[in-house]
């Protein structure tokens, strides 16, 4: 099973540059999701991989064959990939058994029986077991998806391109399909690039995710790294609901911003601008006066400004006395504090993630 590198890659729309300078590996067996907000290239990059765009510069690897590069491009048909498209892109005359056998098109070599046998076993992997006599129209949402990706599957291709799979599902059957395709990529070990522009489901389905801002990989990692230790302000933001406070480094581990004074977690240029990133869950709220749980813990003072009770949480609003700044802070819904009530806050300085400058990882 090989893997996929892509070196510098570049394509141009006229004035829009879709993808620029992107590389990126994907593991063999791996399944990597390209996470990032529309309009940033992951379509164009899936399909720079299919073959279905050729880039203006850089080169497209898999294992120790080179698909695409200035001086010789490999069709789309010879790339030994198979790509499923967000609308599923079934043929709406034909039964969900020709759908999956359509996928064996370029094997003309197969017999007849061979190829029934194999839709079949796809069919019963993907669960989708006695019914290959009725067409798309007949199948809810998520049976055409299973067709879809039984089709993808058939020709046994040595890499996988999605391209945001899931986002015709509603909720309910989006969740259950994350399951269904980490199950399958599990049986199979097929290396797969996955677009979404969910992080939830990029975090469920992959092995590591790749986050794209303006046609460039800013961070790679596993779920957790990109979550707990976000490289910029970006990738903060774009990767759950998070505090970015901007000051200047006092030393390598405090931060201050007029009034406001902070330890972080160290990493700070001493005399330099600084930004950090604090999730609201990682801020503890208390009554004024409470004595703050660890002696190096940030303890701050505040005022609610506003809380909403969302059933397991409450996300409140904060203004920090004496400063500008406004946190967003997650607690469990066990004490409730209302707007005007004055707190005392506790934040770690581990939970203040020092952020990098913007720009390609
Ligand atoms: N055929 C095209 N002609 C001109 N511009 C295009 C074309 N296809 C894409 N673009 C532009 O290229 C950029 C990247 O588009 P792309 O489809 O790769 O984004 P995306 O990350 O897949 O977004 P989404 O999440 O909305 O699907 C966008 O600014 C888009 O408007
Ligand atoms: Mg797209």
Same mark, same amino acid.
């Given at each position: 099973?090989?893997?996929?590198? =892509? ?9 829009? @540059? ?8 994907? $593991?063999? @067996? ?26 203006? +510069? ?20 010879? !790339?030994? =990939? ?6 599923? +892109? ?17 094997? *003309? ?20 077991? /006695? ?33 945001? *799979? ?48 303006? @046609? ?16 910029? !302000? ?11 406070? $901007? /000051?200047? +480094? $006092? ?14 977690? /160290? ?19 208390? *009554? ?22 969302? @059933? ?27 707007? /005007?009530? +004055? ?14 400058? $913007?720009?390609?990882?």
């Amino acid at each position: 099973m090989p893997g996929v590198t =892509m070196k510098e890659l570049s394509k141009r729309y006229g004035e829009v @540059g879709a993808v620029q300078g992107l590389s990126l590996s994907v $593991e063999p @067996g791996e399944l990597l999701a390209l996470l990032g907000p529309s309009g940033c290239g992951k379509t164009t990059t899936l399909r720079l991989v299919a073959g279905f765009l050729t880039p203006e +510069a850089g080169e497209i690897w898999v294992g120790d064959r080179c698909l695409s590069s200035p001086a010789a491009v490999v069709a789309p048909e010879r !790339r030994r =990939m198979a790509m499923i498209f967000q609308s599923y +892109a079934l043929w709406p005359h034909m039964t969900v058994a020709q759908n999956v056998a359509y996928g064996l098109r370029f094997k *003309p070599g197969l017999a007849r029986a061979a190829r029934d046998a194999r839709v079949r076993e796809m069919l019963r992997v993907v669960q989708l077991a /006695g019914y290959e006599s009725r067409y798309p129209g007949e199948l809810s949402g998520g049976q055409q998806q299973r067709v879809a990706v039984a089709r993808a599957l058939v020709v046994e291709p040595e890499i996988l391109l999605l391209d945001e *799979p899931l986002s015709n599902l509603d909720a309910n059957l989006r969740e259950e399909m994350r399951f269904e395709i980490r199950r399958l990529h599990e049986a199979f070990a097929i290396t797969t690039l996955y677009v979404t522009h969910d992080q939830a489901e990029a975090m469920v389905i992959s092995d590591r995710i790749a986050v794209l801002e303006r @046609g460039r990989v800013v961070q790679v990692g596993g779920a957790d790294e990109i979550f707990l230790r976000p490289r910029t !302000r970006f990738v903060a933001e774009f990767i759950g609901r998070t505090n970015v406070i $901007e /000051g200047v +480094a $006092e030393s390598t581990d405090a931060l201050a911003r007029g009034g406001l004074r902070l330890r972080v977690a /160290g990493g700070l240029s001493p005399g330099a601008p600084a930004a950090v990133s604090i999730r609201p869950h990682d801020i503890a709220l208390a *009554p004024t006066g409470a004595a703050p749980s660890g002696p190096l813990d940030n303890a701050l003072r505040g005022i609610v400004k506003r809380a909403s009770f969302l @059933g397991d949480s409450v996300d409140y609003q904060v203004a920090i006395a004496g400063t500008d700044v406004v946190l967003r802070v997650v607690t469990p819904a066990v004490r409730r504090f209302g707007a /005007g009530d +004055a707190v005392a806050l506790t934040i770690a300085p581990a939970a203040c993630v020092t952020l990098g400058a $913007e720009g390609p990882a």
